[in-house]
Every structure is written in C-alpha cells, then in structure tokens.
C-alpha cells in the first residue's frame, strides 16, 4: 500500500533526465546582477568594501566582505580593482583619491540573507577640492539580495545538528498530505503551507500552535481527477514570492500567487526546485522522470516506479551547484548524482526531503521510518555517497510530511515536520 508523499522539497541527484540549467551560488547571483544594474564605473576605479554587518557572530567577516568587493572589482572590467581591507565610506573616499572612480560595497547578513548595497561615486582628484567641497554624491546605486548558501556559510561558524531543538506546535488541518516553508505572499518572512486533501492552508506558528493566515477550498482550485491513485499522496513547494506550486493526487497540480488565486494548472505534483513527479494510476505509484512543473515537459526516458520524491539544486561549499533526486520504491532508497545512481538505504518511509541543514556543502536526507513506531531521522549524504547519522528522534504518531526551510534565523535552514497532529520544527 502506498504511504503519503512528502513534502517532495529538497533531495538528491538526477532521475535520468536532461539536466537542468543549474542555479548560480549566492555569489555568483549577487555579483552579476549589481554589475548590470551599477552600471560600467570608470577604468581605473576602485571597489571598497564595507566592514560586515551581521546578526551572526562572524569572525571571518571580513574575508567575506573582501570576497565580493573582489568579485564585483572582476565583473566590472576595465582596470577595476579591489582594495585590500574594509574601510568607513571616509576611508574609501580618501583610498580612492588618486583613482577614477569609487565604487562602495555595503555587505550585510541579516535573517539569513546576503544583501549588498553598492554606490558609484565621482572622485575629486584635486586634493585642494576634496578639502573645500563637499564630498560628492553617488552617481548610481544598486541593491540585491539573496538567501544565503554553504560558500557564504564558510565564512560563519559551523552548526551543529545533533544540538538541533525541536519544537512543537498543534494544528487542525486533519490528514496532511504535503508542507512547505518560504516567502509565499512577498513580505520578506516564512510562511508555513499545510497542504489537505480539503484544501491548501497558510500561516505561521504562534502561541504553540499553526495559525491560518490565509487558506482556499481544493474544490475551488480543480477538479476532481478522472483516475486518482487509490490513496492520495500530495507535495508542495516555495517557489518565491506569488509562486506556490502545490498539488495532490486526487486534484492534480496548481500553482498560487501570493493571495491563493491559480496562476496554471499543471499535471504532477511537486517535488521542489519546480520539478514534479508524474503520477501513473495504472502503476498505483509515480514513474518516469521529474519534469518541469510548468511550462514545456518532454516525454520521459525511463519507466522507473516510485511512490515518494524529492529534489535539490544543491550547492556546495565552493559555490558549485549540482542537480540531486531522491526517489524511494518499497522502502528501498535511491539517489542519483550526474548520473551515478546509489542504493543508500532500505528501511525508509514515505517522507523523504532533502536540505543543508547546516549549510556546510553536504546536503542531509530526511526520511521517516517504514515500520510500525515511527522515526525522523537525519543523514548527512558525504562526496564518497557514504551516509553520516545525525539525528534520530522517535515519533510514533507518524511523520506525515517534512520540509526545509530556507536559511533565516543564525543563517541555518530549519526543518519542518508535521508528525500527526503536530507540527515540529526543528532548528
């Protein structure tokens, strides 16, 4: 019997499809855009960095800081170089008094964001002016921010997960089928999506329990399924702001904008990182590949059979990004990796997820237990593909869905569990 699908978010390796084009690190996201929006400085200019701004203890600040003053000094060309140490913005306008230009970077973590503020300044080469004018104005500016990964978490100190807590709160959304955590309505804070075979739910943890902020009726989002699996199974995931892809098996796939109204239909249901897995009534399970959720899908090269997934564009600790799956079929585990598919482990249940909990460039598998008393367990996935337990607590109310959250609180990912009438969060 088919047990329920996770919340499908975050897991390893290809199922045999085409890849993916891959995400940019948080870096190499940040860099290029402030490049394109500030505009092309003039040559000889010099890039300053700010000393960080942090809410997390961070003795190696200043590497970071220093790591995208010279980033972006490459990005912008044209004789741009970096100075050697962070300065006050007086600092680097008297640094750059023999340059052409001055381009300040501000580099904040806040809530486990990267955010950089730069500004293109004028440089007075005439010391007897910069004595008696005021300093000039910025002549362009540019901001961008993104949540941080395990290249920016090297500058941090390290977490550890067997120190993770958990806590607990109730909720009433009956029979969950799928969760998901992320930025749904654009605000800048988590939301917490309970995903019902009745219908998709909003909100967030307060006072010990999940307050629904904002939720909508399944039968005002689609129509029943001509041949649903005999058991519903559903997944959930964030795609940004006003971007919910949500679905079941009973009702197919939806995407949500940021006040629940549908966007698109789709066929799958999803598996994180926009990819679905195609459900097959006449295998009882899913099969083929994971396809795009929206947009074009191409027939599928395998037959593989599954009942549970999940998906991760995985980026490891020296920015390089890699395309990882996690698939399961009678409580045997599979990961693939760039084509090299492993057995991990049997034994597991039908929750799966994947996430860097502690952002260090290994991703954890996150699974239940497929046997009568219940366990979410936590296993660190190393190069070698040799599994690392960190975490093991019993829950014998049954874990019914898992997510990752991205980084917020310290820089770390939290992971979501609802385990019966509860929802755990641990972090």
């Not at 100075?83 to 052409?100: C, D, F, I, Q, V």
């Not at 800048?188 to 010990?208: E, M, P």
């Not at 390089?320 to 799956?325: D, N």
């Amino acid at each position: 019997m088919l047990r329920r699908l996770p919340v499908l978010l975050v897991a390893l390796a290809l199922v045999a499809m085409p890849a993916p084009a891959l995400a940019a690190s948080a870096l190499g996201t940040v860099v290029p855009q402030l490049a394109k929006d500030l505009g092309e400085p003039a040559k000889g200019s010099l890039v300053v960095a700010s000393v960080l701004t942090t809410d997390v203890a961070s003795p190696k600040g200043d590497e970071l800081a220093m790591r995208v003053a010279s980033l972006l000094a490459g990005q912008l060309g044209g004789d741009t170089r970096a100075h050697p140490a962070p300065l006050t913005l007086a600092g680097a306008r008297a640094a750059a008094g023999k340059s052409k230009g001055l381009v300040f970077v501000a580099v904040e973590l806040q809530k486990g964001q990267l955010r950089v503020t730069v500004d293109r300044y004028p440089v007075l080469s005439n010391g007897w002016d910069r004595l008696r004018l005021p300093p000039p104005p910025p002549v362009a500016h540019a901001f961008a921010t993104v949540p941080i990964d395990a290249e920016v978490r090297t500058f941090l100190p390290p977490l550890l997960l067997e120190q993770a807590k958990i806590l607990k709160a109730s909720h009433t959304e009956g029979d969950v089928l799928a969760a998901a955590c992320g930025d749904v309505d654009g605000d800048g804070g988590l939301d917490l999506v309970l995903v019902s075979r009745a219908r998709v739910a909003v909100g967030h943890l307060r006072s010990g329990q999940f307050a629904v902020d904002a939720s909508v009726a399944w039968s005002t989002l689609a129509p029943l399924a001509p041949t649903p699996l005999r058991e519903a199974l559903g997944g959930a995931s964030v795609d940004g702001p006003g971007r919910l892809l949500v679905g079941t098996t009973d009702r197919g796939g939806v995407q949500l904008d940021a006040k629940l109204a549908v966007r698109e239909r789709f066929t799958g249901i999803p598996a994180g990182g926009a990819r679905c897995a195609v459900p097959k009534p006449d295998v009882g399970a899913f099969a083929g590949e994971l396809v795009p959720c929206v947009g074009k899908v191409e027939a599928s090269r395998s037959t593989a059979r599954f009942d549970a997934a999940a998906y991760l564009l995985h980026t490891r600790s020296d920015g390089a990004a890699l395309a990882l799956t996690v698939t399961r079929d009678a409580g045997t585990t599979r990961v693939r990796r760039s084509g090299d598919e492993r057995i991990l482990f049997d034994g597991a249940g039908a929750q799966l997820a994947f996430g860097d909990l502690d952002l260090d460039g290994q991703p954890e598998i996150i699974s239940s237990a497929d046997v009568a008393d219940d366990v979410l367990r936590i296993q660190t996935l190393g190069d070698d593909g040799t599994l690392r337990e960190r975490l093991k607590v019993p829950a014998p109310a049954g874990v019914r869905a898992l997510a990752v959250c991205p980084p917020e609180e310290n820089g770390a990912q939290a992971l979501v569990a609802i385990v019966g009438a509860e929802v755990w969060l641990v972090r």
